[in-house]
């Protein structure tokens, strides 16, 4: 019977069905499957198989929204019991997103997210016209690896080099990486901002926070 | 004689056209759009609106937005800098300008881009000047060398300087409209000549879905107030920020755009106003909003439709390409646009010399783009009977003797009908190889060069290039911003 619970767990996320993933995330506490199992054997299993649809060009952006909606909906009733049991997961890592202030663009900083979340991560997603200081706020609370700032126009991209100084005035900026990203930003302007990565595209961005928290894929 | 026949493009069909338009009114009855700018909201009131400060959200009556589309004029006339010369913005009158607002020029030297500076601007206005089929300039370019607080107004004190074009232009910052009306009444001898002669128009952008920001609002109002016509650029993207289906993202325009032109009527009828826009079809793989693809113009050709259907003057990002350089992709997406907007009957054109999704300027393929339009401006012309008869009476003598290349027929009518190209190439073979067998890129850089070398830039007289000074340097301190960066000296 498990093997047949994890497998449908894995379609629910290929699918990206919310509902059924919730669903099979409630039957796995009902029936006493350490919540950890059920994301190892079941739903990661399941967003790797996106991973590698988007990979092969079968998957486009709105399955990937859909499979990271449903991979969301499981982990958000898994989570909680997981982080009471004091266990946890080895997850890739752990991002604060947003679009920096003043900005309201956030069509990239959800493909963004949503492919983070696909991709393993645990996405704090702060919207758009995020406040400066609270990014870093956020930060640290969730004990983040990654801020990921998006902006969409040249006014409000200089946000992101603030952002940079806003860390090291704190002295925290050895304990966050930092990735922008956004239509006028290039790898040029995270350089000069002294920013750790850019990420071109959404795909482009997982690619690099991956590579940034030392696990890329080869 | 009979008449010759302008070719025309109408992609909508006059039951799907009243369908989209019937949808739109009711969505913008029932759901309404979301004005973020407390003034227009209490504007909407006013005008007997239900307008809810919680949700922004401002519901439009059928009997509102047919009252304003009945003030909104059909036709604007624009003049150049003199106000001598004039430029009919309605019907089907097309003219082209650069695509606004990059933030990177192609360096053709490196082929790579770079980030733009002052004098990039000043190049970019000259050779538009120069441009015969570049009718309006536009503040193509926001440079780096300049805070970015005051980088609005400082592109238009630049257009205004080096080229005689009207501007298509706009606001970074609520605070930027002020100054940059000055500018434009400094021009015109004050605010009420202006507005008897508009110099300019500003682009403004509501925030998909159904949303027009704070600064988007602000500019609607004041321009309205002033006399300046707005350029209305919904810009849906299919299955990100608009539905999926061109027919249903259609809809959304519209009502993005009645919402736009609605606030503007509210705040002065007949205030002059551009059904406009830059929408894409968003691509699924890459999250990126390819100008070049065939759906989005397909977007534009038809909501172009649309705004005529419903009596306004048209607008449209077209005649660009998502290529990151002067290779192939570049001439067919910017070639096909350009022709595909010309039949549309699309009165203004923002596009000529961009590349990347909107967001490079390439000063050699606003020579190539030039060009272009020129072809579809022959296109649009049609085919006209020149004489009565046609051709009959050239073959009465006709024998073994007989060409045209010695007919007084042809020394007539040949540069009439016939455009012979600038930078496309039309050598024999051997011919371009001799000459080193160069692309039409290259071709177009020597062309830049030539322009820019033998024509002087048509500065204003020393009065007014001072005015403009003084208010450009006013709103820089008001800034806390103490020197500008210098001007090329001509």
């Known amino acids: 019977m498990t093997p047949d619970l994890f497998s449908a767990m894995a379609k629910a996320v290929v699918d990206g069905d919310p509902e059924t993933a919730a669903g099979l995330a409630r039957t796995a506490l009902e029936t006493r499957i350490p919540p950890a199992e059920a994301l190892e054997k079941g739903f990661i299993p399941g967003i790797q198989t996106v991973g590698e649809l988007w990979e092969s060009g079968d998957y486009f952006l709105p399955e990937l929204i859909a499979s990271a909606g449903a991979m969301k909906a499981a982990t958000a009733i898994l989570r909680p019991v997981l982080e009471a049991s004091g266990s946890s997961v080895a997850g890739t890592g752990t991002?604060?997103?947003?679009?920096?202030?003043?900005?309201?663009?956030?069509?990239?900083?959800?493909?963004?997210?949503?492919?983070?979340?696909?991709?393993?991560?645990?996405?704090v997603d702060l919207g758009a016209d995020v406040k400066l200081p609270d990014f870093i706020e956020a930060a640290e609370k969730s004990s983040a690896d990654l801020i990921c700032l998006s902006a969409l126009l040249t006014t409000t991209?200089?946000?992101?080099?603030?952002?940079?100084?806003?860390?090291?005035?704190?002295?925290?900026?050895?304990?966050?990486?930092?990735?922008?990203?956004?239509?006028?930003?290039?790898?040029?302007?995270?350089?000069?901002i002294g920013a750790d990565g850019y990420g071109e595209s959404a795909p482009a961005a997982v690619r690099e926070a991956l590579a940034l928290l030392g696990k890329a894929k080869s | 004689?009979?008449?010759?026949?302008?070719?025309?493009?109408?992609?909508?069909?006059?039951?799907?056209?009243?369908?989209?338009?019937?949808?739109?009114?009711?969505?913008?009855?029932?759901?309404?759009?979301?004005?973020?700018?407390?003034?227009?909201?209490e504007l909407f009131r006013q005008a007997g609106q239900a307008a809810d400060d919680g949700t922004q959200r401002v519901r439009l009556t059928p009997r509102l937005v047919e009252r304003c589309l009945a003030t909104a004029p059909a036709v604007i006339d624009l003049f150049d800098r003199s106000g001598e010369k004039s430029f009919r913005v309605g019907g089907d009158e097309v003219h082209f300008d650069p695509g606004s607002s990059g933030t990177r020029i192609l360096d053709h030297q490196t082929l790579r881009e770079r980030k733009p500076v002052t004098s990039d601007l000043v190049s970019i206005a000259r050779l538009t000047d120069v441009l015969a089929h570049l009718h309006f300039q536009s503040t193509a370019l926001v440079p780096s060398d300049i805070p970015g607080e005051i980088a609005d107004a400082y592109r238009l004190f630049?257009?205004?300087?080096?080229?005689?074009?009207?501007?298509?232009?706009?606001?970074?910052?609520?605070?930027?409209?002020?100054?940059?009306?000055?500018?434009?009444?400094?021009?015109?001898?004050?605010?009420?000549?202006l507005r008897a002669k508009p110099l300019a128009i500003f682009d403004a952008c509501p925030s998909p879905p159904l949303r027009w920001s704070r600064l988007t609002s602000q500019s609607l109002i004041d321009c309205a107030r002033a006399g300046i016509p707005s350029e209305l650029i919904s810009m849906g993207m299919t299955g990100a920020t608009s539905p999926a289906t061109i027919s249903g993202t259609l809809v959304q325009h519209v009502v993005e755009n009645l919402?736009?032109?609605?606030?503007?009527?509210?705040?002065?009828?007949?205030?002059?106003?551009?059904?406009?826009?830059?929408?894409?079809s968003f691509d699924m793989r890459q999250g990126t909003t390819p100008m070049g693809a065939m759906e989005t113009m397909m977007i534009d050709?038809?909501?172009?439709?649309?705004?005529?259907?419903?009596?306004?003057?048209?607008?449209?990002?077209?005649?660009?390409?998502?290529?990151?350089?002067?290779?192939?992709?570049?001439?067919?997406?910017?070639?096909?646009?350009?022709?595909?907007?010309?039949?549309?009957?699309?009165?203004?054109?923002?596009?000529?010399?961009?590349?990347?999704?909107?967001?490079?300027?390439?000063?050699?393929?606003?020579?190539?783009?030039?060009?272009?339009?020129?072809?579809?401006?022959?296109?649009?012309?049609?085919?006209?009977?020149?004489?009565?008869?046609?051709?009959?009476?050239?073959?009465e003598e006709f024998g073994p003797e007989t060409d045209f290349l010695k007919s007084a027929h042809t020394r007539k009518w040949y540069r009439i009908e016939h455009l012979l190209p600038g930078v496309a190439d039309r050598d024999p073979y051997d011919a371009w190889e001799a000459k080193g067998g160069r692309t039409i890129a290259d071709r177009a850089a020597d062309r830049v060069k030539d322009l820019l070398a033998k024509n002087p830039p048509p500065l204003p007289d020393f009065a007014l290039a001072a005015e403009l000074r003084r208010i450009i340097e006013a709103d820089a301190r008001a800034n806390g911003i103490s020197g500008l960066p210098d001007l090329p000296v001509f």
């Open chain 2, 259 to 280: 919402a736009g032109l609605c606030l503007t009527q509210i705040v002065r009828p007949g205030a002059p106003v551009i059904f406009g826009g830059s929408p894409s």
């Open chain 1, 157 to 192: 991209m200089l946000g992101q080099r603030r952002l940079i100084e806003l860390l090291t005035d704190r002295g925290l900026r050895g304990r966050f990486k930092v990735l922008v990203g956004g239509a006028p930003t290039s790898r040029k302007w995270a350089q000069e």
């Open chain 2, 301 to 395: 050709c038809a909501y172009a439709q649309l705004g005529k259907r419903l009596g306004l003057p048209t607008h449209a990002y077209m005649a660009l390409s998502d290529a990151k350089t002067n290779d192939a992709q570049a001439g067919f997406e910017t070639g096909i646009g350009a022709v595909l907007a010309a039949l549309a009957g699309i009165n203004v054109i923002s596009g000529p010399g961009m590349l990347d999704y909107e967001s490079t300027i390439s000063l050699e393929k606003m020579v190539i783009d030039d060009e272009i339009c020129a072809l579809a401006y022959r296109l649009i012309s049609g085919i006209v009977p020149r004489e009565d008869p046609l051709a009959a009476h050239l073959f």
């Open chain 1, 95 to 123: 991002v604060v997103i947003g679009t920096v202030e003043g900005d309201i663009h956030d069509i990239g900083k959800n493909l963004v997210s949503a492919m983070l979340t696909a991709n393993g991560f645990k996405v």
């Open chain 2, 1 to 41: 004689m009979i008449p010759g026949r302008r070719p025309k493009l109408d992609l909508l069909s006059p039951a799907l056209i009243d369908q989209i338009l019937e949808e739109a009114f009711l969505v913008l009855e029932r759901t309404g759009v979301s004005f973020e700018n407390p003034e227009a909201r």
């Open chain 2, 158 to 193: 630049l257009a205004l300087l080096f080229s005689s074009k009207p501007v298509v232009t706009g606001t970074f910052r609520v605070a930027g409209f002020g100054p940059m009306r000055d500018l434009l009444s400094a021009v015109r001898g004050g605010v009420e000549a």
